[in-house]
């Protein structure tokens, strides 16, 4: 199979402080593609080189054939690609509504219209009204999204990128911040995605990790340490030494 | 004027620029401070050199460091009682809030002093020329420069050797860890701004006969300070020196050789430079 | 029930519910009553008709400027910029011959929004100082450039002879500012509903995301650059329009039109009304001018010193200007 999304080498330097090695990472359509590792070694900044938040110091980065290294994160979302944030990255004084409706305008390029009110576009907001009845926001619209609990705004970040109808979805720590049976229903979220979406994701959760995906790549100091299927992730000793065994203690 | 003179005359105008600016760049790249009202700091010891020399009769050179020392305790005291209450807040918050100092300002200098241009007579000693090479160089402007010089050279010693130098630098490059390491940051920002202000209120008094007094002094020079800080980059000493030196040379040069085109240049050259170097030229923190 | 489905139809025939959370543009009925107030000044206060008219301009100018700094938040210290080609543009045309108003008026809108969308080129790119200093910067370079080219634009001694021809060909301008009061509230009127519109719709509602949430709008796939080259250009437009305005109705163009003292003033206007409302402008512009009428007069240094104080005390205690503590205060009473 082909792969969706690819880097080739691709490295960050900040400074002297190489964030990212060399990194080499086929992604499979339709794939549940767990990235995992210990903190700081640069999966956040590999999310970033992916989206096009920073630009790599070398390597490319490819969707399909085609090589997406210099294109602005802006377009690489109309391509399809599109991430949420590891810290709520959202619209404090714009109402949850609002905010799923500007991304749903932003993803038919009709954003720019200054003719005609927001609440016009009738089918933008049905879409919006729907997609957060899904994520059991419905009652929160009309609130401002600054008033909204973490839990609350956690999923507003996840309804965003959902809005945006990505083939490839790049989760970085969804679950971060919100206590575990919550989390246990964001990630069905997730799961219920298509299957013609690629998710890949950031997580530290063990248990979410094993139960979501069906692929994992290592990440330890800005390189690829291993990557494989969870049963040989599981079992792998180096995996075990690095990060599992640290892992354990929560 | 040959090209000797307008190279001379620029370098002691960027000089005095720098020495005003210096402390800006510093708070700015520590607190992350717009202050349209640095300019003020540099009015007010004009002022008190004017009000000393003028009215108590002190000589000029004891009226320097009186500038610094009052300019000094002044930024002191409001930032304590008003700066820092907005570290936090927007940068339009903080433009807004520095502007409302200047029209303060301005309006007391008025009342005080009258709108017009304050005379200064300088002492004999610093009046008049001196022959170097076959070419004649005011001795004033040799003052100036030699002064910033070794006030230049004084602070970059200052702040790389010594343990206050230290912390200042350790709360440019990141104030919560500076705090973390037991930097008592408060007191940093405090007498750092005192230091920048004093600076400021040194070199308008060092300036009257250069740069010229009046109440509209902060309005007037506002531009050329900030341009000095944006272009040479905020929280350096040699940045905003080398982009003093360079306005003060096109500013001088321009004024001279191109006199219908005037300030024009200045700010075609800001816009440009800024174009190119989004941090300044020396510039991390924006 | 037959009564509920009844309603429910009669409903659905009167008006589509507009859904909670998102704009819908309907007018309050506290916004009638502003519009009626000048309206109601004409007949009621004739002798500050001219007065009225500077407010009706200044209003029009903090509107522009609202709309890239209250909506898009960029601050811009150089505002003025705009304002003065418009003015220079609509006077030069009238000195020039041709004194038709309303073509003046296009004719200063689409030099401005030219020159608008040049300088936003440049505006976008940097962080918040450098863009402070640009347009601060760009803002000083045309009073310099319509200083030093006093053959066309007459320097510091200002552009006079601006004649304008009747307006519609019917109303003559008169020295007592009858027609130029009528034609400032109806540009004022027009221009404020093309902005409510834009501020309501979709491009409103992208703007405001970046300035709420600049990081998040590339993520959502947002041409950020787009948006504010749009504004800007717009903005710059609306600002073209309020110089061209004045030129027209004062007869004379002043270097004052630009520069920083302008800047600034349209700037504190802005922040006392409060940014991002739209009336928070008009009612800053408003206040402003009256004040500044009624006290400037006595004494200009306590003038100065009074705004000076006002600004101090508006950003470390309302700074929301007016319209933004007003709005604290309703909130809070109904407990949101």
Redesign the interface.
């Known amino acids: 199979m082909k792969p969706v999304l690819s880097t080739r080498g691709l490295s960050k330097f900040f400074g002297a402080f190489q964030a990212n090695k060399d990194i080499s990472l086929d992604f499979l359509p339709g794939a549940r593609h767990a990235l995992i590792g210990p903190n700081g070694a640069g999966k956040t900044t590999f999310i970033n080189l992916l989206t096009g938040v920073l630009p790599p110091t070398s390597g490319r980065v490819m969707l399909g054939a085609e090589d997406i290294t210099d294109v602005p994160q802006h377009r690489r979302v109309k391509k399809g690609i599109t991430r949420t944030f590891q810290i709520n990255t959202l619209f404090p004084g714009l109402t949850v509504l609002e905010s799923v409706v500007l991304a749903i305008a932003e993803r038919e390029g009709r954003a720019g219209i200054c003719h005609q009110t927001v609440a016009a576009q009738r089918h933008a907001v049905d879409e919006a009204q729907a997609l957060l009845g899904r994520l059991r926001l419905a009652d929160q619209a009309a609130s401002l999204t600054r008033s909204l609990a973490y839990g609350k705004q956690r999923l507003v970040e996840i309804a965003l990128a959902l809005a945006t109808r990505p083939t490839i979805l790049l989760l970085d720590e969804p679950a971060a911040g919100i206590p575990a049976a919550e989390s246990a229903e964001l990630f069905g979220v997730i799961a219920a995605l298509p299957h013609e979406v690629t998710v890949v994701f950031i997580e530290h959760d063990m248990n979410l990790v094993f139960r979501f995906a069906d692929r994992i790549s290592v990440l330890v100091g800005g390189a690829i340490l291993v990557e494989g299927t969870p049963a040989e992730i599981a079992s792998d000793p180096r995996v075990k030494e690095v990060y599992l065994g640290e892992a354990q203690h929560d | 004027m040959s090209i000797v003179g307008v190279l001379f005359d620029g370098i002691a105008y960027g000089s005095l620029m720098f020495l005003i600016a210096i402390g800006l760049s510093i708070t700015?790249g520590l607190m992350n401070f717009?202050n349209l009202a640095h300019g003020a700091f540099a009015m007010l010891g004009g002022y008190v050199s004017v009000i000393l020399l003028q009215r108590a009769g002190i000589p000029f050179l004891a009226a320097l460091p009186a500038a610094f020392f009052i300019a000094a305790v002044a930024g002191v005291v409001l930032e304590r009682a008003?700066y820092q209450?907005?570290y936090r807040?927007s940068?339009?918050?903080q433009?807004?809030?520095s502007?409302?100092?200047?029209?303060?300002?301005?309006?007391?200098a008025?009342?005080f002093f009258g709108p017009s241009q304050q005379p200064v007579r300088l002492p004999a000693f610093l009046q008049g020329q001196v022959e170097i090479g076959g070419r004649g160089f005011g001795i004033y402007r040799l003052f100036l420069i030699a002064t910033v010089a070794v006030l230049t050279i004084g602070l970059q010693l200052f702040i790389d050797r010594t343990r206050f130098g230290a912390a200042i630098r350790a709360s440019v490059d990141n104030a919560t860890a500076a705090a973390g390491l037991g930097i008592n940051v408060n007191l940093v920002f405090a007498l750092t701004f005192a230091l920048g202000s004093g600076l400021a209120g040194l070199g308008g008094a060092l300036g009257i006969d250069v740069l010229g007094l009046d109440p509209n002094f902060p309005?007037k020079y506002?531009?050329y300070f900030?341009?000095v800080v944006?272009v040479g980059g905020?929280g350096t000493i040699k940045g905003p020196l080398y982009a003093a030196l360079i306005l003060g040379v096109f500013d001088v040069a321009g004024k001279y050789y191109v006199p219908?085109?005037?300030?024009?240049v200045i700010?075609?050259l800001?816009?440009v430079l800024?174009?190119l170097f989004?941090?300044g030229l020396y510039g991390r923190r924006? | 029930m037959a009564g509920a489905r009844d309603t429910a139809i009669v409903t659905k025939h009167t008006e589509s519910r507009a859904p909670a959370g998102v704009a819908d543009g309907r007018w309050h009925a506290l916004e009638i009553v502003f519009w009626l107030v000048p309206i109601a000044a004409y007949f009621v206060l004739p002798d500050y008709r001219i007065l009225g008219s500077q407010i009706l301009i200044a209003g029009l100018f903090v509107l522009s400027l609202d709309l890239i700094l209250g909506y898009a938040g960029i601050v811009s210290l150089g505002h003025a910029a705009f304002f003065g080609v418009g003015a220079y543009t609509a006077g030069l045309l009238a000195v020039h011959g041709w004194g038709e108003p309303i073509t003046g008026l296009a004719a200063a809108a689409i030099v401005a929004a030219a020159v608008g969308y040049l300088v936003s080129l440049l505006v976008i790119r940097g962080s918040d100082l450098t863009r402070l200093m640009v347009t601060l910067g760009v803002g000083l370079m045309f009073w310099e450039l319509a200083n030093r080219a006093a053959s066309i634009t007459g320097g510091v001694d200002g552009l006079a002879g601006v004649t304008m021809w009747n307006l519609l060909g019917l109303w003559r301008f008169d020295i007592a500012g009858r027609t130029a009061y009528v034609y400032c509230f109806v540009v004022l009127f027009l221009m404020f509903l093309l902005a409510r519109r834009l501020v309501h719709s979709p491009l409103g509602l992208s703007l405001r995301g970046i300035r709420e949430g600049g990081k998040r709008m590339p993520a959502i796939g947002a041409p950020v650059g787009l948006r504010l080259r749009t504004i800007f250009t717009i903005a710059a437009a609306f600002a073209g329009v309020a110089g061209a305005l004045l030129a027209q109705t004062t007869q004379f163009v002043g270097i004052d039109t630009l520069g920083f003292p302008r800047s600034g003033e349209v700037l504190v206007m802005l922040v006392l009304g409060g940014a991002g409302r739209l009336y928070g402008g008009l009612i800053g512009a408003a206040l402003y001018l009256i004040a500044h009428d009624y006290l400037a007069g006595l004494s200009p240094v306590y003038w100065q010193l009074g705004l000076g104080v006002l600004l101090v005390i508006v950003v470390l205690f309302a700074r929301g200007g007016i319209l933004g503590g007003a709005a604290t205060f309703f909130a809070r009473r109904t407990g949101r």
């Open positions: 700015l717009v008003l209450r907005l807040a940068h339009l918050d433009v807004l809030f502007i409302g100092l200047v029209y303060i300002s301005i309006a007391v008025t009342y309005l506002m531009v900030l341009l944006a905020a219908q085109v005037g300030g024009f700010y075609l800001m816009v800024l174009l989004p941090a924006t």
